[in-house]
C-alpha cells in the first residue's frame, strides 16, 4: 500500500483536528496488518472555467504506510524503505498520527532553516556583483 491519497485533516483555531483523521483513515486499514503513520502538506491540480490550471491552497493530510516487517531499529515497508524509529531519528513515519504530526513540524522547520541559509548565501554573492561593478 502507498501513499496515493491521505486522508484530509480538517484545521481549526486550536490546530489540526488529528484525531478525527485518524479514526477515517483507520476505517480504510485492515486488522491483519500494522501501519506506520506520515504526514504531508498536499497541492492538487485545478483548472478554472477557462481551462487554466494551477495549484490548490496546500492542506494537510494523513498516510498509512503497511509494515511489512518490525526490526530492532524500526520497521520495513512493502516497498522495501527501511523506517528508523529510534528516538533522535529523522523518520519517514511514525508509530502514531501524533508523532507523525511532529515529524512533520520538525521537517518544515529543517526546511526553513536550510532554505532561509540559501537565500542568505544568495543575496551575499549578489553583493559580490554589485560592488565590482561600481
Given at each position: 500500500m502507498g501513499m496515493a491519497y491521505g486522508t484530509r485533516i480538517a484545521s481549526?483555531?486550536?490546530?489540526?483536528?488529528?484525531?478525527?483523521?485518524?479514526?477515517?483513515?483507520?476505517?480504510?486499514?485492515?486488522?491483519?496488518?500494522?501501519?506506520?503513520?506520515?504526514?504531508?502538506?498536499?497541492?492538487?491540480?485545478?483548472?478554472?472555467e477557462y481551462g487554466d490550471y494551477r495549484s490548490s491552497d496546500p492542506h494537510l493530510e494523513l498516510f498509512f504506510l503497511s509494515v511489512k516487517k518490525w526490526t530492532p531499529t524500526g520497521a520495513r515497508l512493502w516497498n522495501g524503505k527501511h523506517v528508523d524509529l529510534r528516538d533522535g531519528k529523522k523518520q519517514f513515519a511514525s508509530r502514531t498520527p501524533q508523532e507523525a504530526l511532529k515529524q512533520f513540524r520538525m521537517r518544515k522547520h529543517a526546511q526553513i532553516y536550510i532554505l532561509e541559509k540559501q537565500l542568505r548565501r544568495a543575496k551575499q554573492e549578489l553583493q559580490l556583483c554589485q560592488m565590482e561593478t561600481t
Open positions: 481549526s483555531l486550536s490546530g489540526p483536528k488529528l484525531s478525527e483523521a485518524a479514526k477515517v483513515a483507520e476505517k480504510r486499514t485492515f486488522e491483519s496488518f500494522e501501519y506506520l503513520w506520515r504526514v504531508e502538506a498536499v497541492r492538487y491540480a485545478q483548472s478554472d
